[in-house]
């Protein structure tokens, strides 16, 4: 992918509105997207058909290029990474699903002995006593035999699974359902444990973006599709951990 593609890509991705679909639209539309970087939205926008959120948001852009240097300086100055499929950074599996995000924001170290499985392991915040030592031994002995792990970063069921792949020196992932700037005060604990291991949080969302009751179950997709296999410890009913 060309540099001047990923920076359209990036660009409307920052945009309120436009999702997987609409990208989609345009590829098909335009093929290579490096064209749209300076030209006037104007003279393109109307080629394919836009919600009525990013039909509003789109009315205020003149181009797309000051939102792409926008974005590049805030992930620098924040020290979070942007990566898209085929990259080393990007979650292999991932292009296996539908309504693939066409962009991922990573931060973290990139680590070059890749585990050859992933389990994602999920469940509750408020596990009964004793659940989360038993999550952690688990994720722990699949480390020893190469098997990473996949979660949320929250409290309970997630940071357990977490820390047992950390205490084993296998690489971890924390899908969160925010931007990578907008952690709740439970998933900063995970930030030190990360950076002395070999921990990655990843997030499809921009940065500013703060967690809600939708960004949840669709942050779920990414955490089950970036892994082998699928580990729910404990939920109830209406927990969110079934949402996928």
Known sequence: MHD??????????????????TIARLRERFGDLSSLLREPVRRWASEIEWTPRAQATLAQVETLEPHAD?????LKKLGHEAVFPGDSGWPPLLRCIDRCPPILFRWGET???RPARRVAVVGSRH?????????????????HVGIATVS???????????????EAGVETWAYLG???DRMESAQRKLIRPFFDGRGVFYSEFPPGTRASRTTFPRRNRLISASADATLIVRAGESSGALFW
Do not use: M, Y
């Open 127 to 143: 596990p009964e006593t004793g659940v989360t030592t038993r999550v952690t031994s688990l994720c722990r002995e699949l480390g």
């Open 4 to 21: 001047g593609e990923r920076r359209v890509i990036a660009a409307l991705w920052s945009l309120q509105g436009v999702g997987c679909k």
């Open 152 to 166: 949320g970063a929250a409290e309970g069921v997630d940071q357990s699974a977490h820390f047992g792949s950390l």
């Open 70 to 74: 926008a974005l590049t300086s805030n």
């Open 178 to 180: 925010s931007a990578l």
């Open 111 to 113: 680590n070059q002995l």
